[in-house]
């Protein structure tokens, strides 16, 4: 990831963490404590890649339904915005919206 991270026109979507072959083992019906759980758990991959690349050129993302296995839509929004709550608004502007549109070319 290093390698690619410092070539500048690459991008890094942050998805597909719920997908089962990960190892992860999380499963919906897992009891109190999972949202906390999935956040632990992803962190040190979903810092990795914002350290490496930056916000401006990461976005989060959701692999639903596959990741539905692990985690619904919601519940994994929330543990990427529990990984990111000490990011500032510029950052966390970036990583949920904005390198998406640029990226996509997404006409608003």
């Known amino acids: 990831m290093r390698e690619l991270a410092d070539r500048p026109n690459a991008v890094c979507k942050i998805s597909g963490l719920g997908l089962p072959f990960w190892g992860f083992r999380f499963r919906q019906e897992n009891p109190a404590g999972w949202l906390s759980g999935l956040a632990e758990a992803w962190r040190p991959y979903v ?62």
């Open 47 to 108: 810092e990795t890649a914002v350290d490496l690349f930056g916000a401006e050129r990461c976005m989060m993302g959701s692999d639903d339904p596959p990741d539905s296995v692990s985690a619904g839509f919601v519940p994994l929004w929330n543990a990427f915005k529990h990984i990111l709550a000490a990011a500032g608004s510029s950052e966390k502007a970036s990583l949920f919206r904005d390198t998406a549109i640029r990226i996509y070319r997404i006409d608003l």
